[in-house]
């Protein structure tokens, strides 16, 4: 009994079945046409769009070659521009004609880029109002917020010192600063930034606010010098972290006791570790018992760790000696100065700043 109902359900299901593929098959046979000129439609579609895509490709890799070629003969012109006495602009006009075809034919970052450099030729040639609504033209792109985009208003700024107006130039800058939004993670932001406070400060000189751009020149003394010290934390705590893998490494019974001063000292407490290191070390070399592979070990981190000191120190005595520029060198040597406010901004305002501090004397 139960073999027959199974048996039925089967032939019920296969007859559902055969009965949807013959309605199928009636309605592809009454709609035959339709359904012919939809699909062509859908294949058209794909082959156009694909089309286009190939087109915006080669349009924008076309655009790429053009870019390259012209900035090439932009940077050689804008050198000869810039060190030469009776400066020559006829070059600068050729490879300026070559950026305005370039952002008046596409679209995109070339354009953009070839745009902002054509602002800037107009810029070298005096021409500030057009360089002006070129650099403002790349500004107002609100689609993306580039470095580019950044350079760009920093520039408008550039353009109103240039004429003179500083006052209009300082509301730029001020603008910019307060509207650059710290939750974007952007590379070399916070340079153009800094770039930015700079020159307002000398917008500020320029109209005998003394008072002002000395603010500004402490601030971004401040500022490098925070950033510095941060440096040298975390290039501590990058080689006690070293020092003290090197050390876990050794058997409990050989590893020297080391006191930890605390994050907030970071350089003192690795110094305490690559003194316990040291002494560890030459005790081993006076007994025997360093393998060739961890004596090839401890070497490597050693000289790290010792150029480091050195340098820092050099640095550190150059400074308190007043022989700044001596100093950021070998600062630069033992934590690398890739931070913002740059080596150059800090001089130029430690040096305004002392000079306004003698001005008062």
């Not at 605390?262 to 407490?269: E, F, L, V």
Request: neutral net charge; glycine residues 2%.
């Amino acid at each position: 009994m139960m073999q027959k109902e199974r048996t039925n359900t089967i032939d019920v299901e296969s007859d559902s079945f055969i009965e949807f593929v013959l309605n199928i098959s009636a309605f592809a046979k009454r709609h035959s046409k339709n359904i012919t000129i939809i699909a062509t439609i859908i294949i058209l579609g794909i082959v156009l769009l694909t089309l286009r895509q190939q087109r915006m490709q080669s349009k924008k890799a076309d655009a790429s070659v053009k870019l390259t070629k012209a900035f090439e003969k932009f940077s050689e012109a804008e050198n000869d521009w810039l060190d030469s006495d009776n400066a020559n602009t006829d070059q600068l006009q050729i490879v300026e004609a070559e950026f305005q075809k370039i952002f008046q034919t596409y679209k995109g970052t070339a354009a953009d880029q070839a745009r902002y450099n054509f602002a800037k030729i107009k810029y070298y040639r005096g021409e500030y109002d057009m360089a002006k609504s070129k650099f403002e033209e790349i500004s107002n792109d609100k689609s993306e917020i580039s470095l580019l985009v950044l350079y760009a208003r920093v520039a408008i700024g550039n353009c109103y010192e240039q004429q003179e107006q500083y006052v209009e130039a300082i509301k730029v800058y001020e603008t910019f600063i307060n509207s650059a939004d710290p939750n974007i993670d952007m590379p070399l932001r916070d340079h153009v930034i800094e770039l930015a406070k700079l020159s307002q400060a000398r917008c500020h000189k320029k109209l005998e606010q003394y008072k002002e751009a000395s603010e500004i020149y402490k601030s971004l003394i401040a500022k490098f010098e925070k950033n510095l010290d941060k440096a040298i934390k975390d290039k501590s705590m990058e080689l006690m972290e070293s020092t003290k893998s090197l050390l876990n490494d050794l058997p409990i019974s050989d590893r020297p006791s080391v006191t930890n001063l605390g994050a907030d000292i970071a350089y003192d407490t690795f110094v305490n570790y690559l003194k316990a290191f040291h002494e560890y070390k030459i005790a081993k070399d006076i007994k025997g018992g360093l393998t060739t592979a961890v004596r090839k070990k401890f070497r490597k981190f050693e000289t790290e760790s010792n150029t480091f000191v050195e340098d820092l120190k050099q640095a550190q005595k150059n400074k308190v000696e007043g022989r700044i520029s001596t100093a950021l060198f070998y600062y630069d040597q033992a934590v690398g100065l890739s931070f913002a406010p740059s080596r150059a901004i800090y001089e130029k305002a430690l040096f305004e700043s002392n000079k306004f501090q003698y001005s008062q004397n």
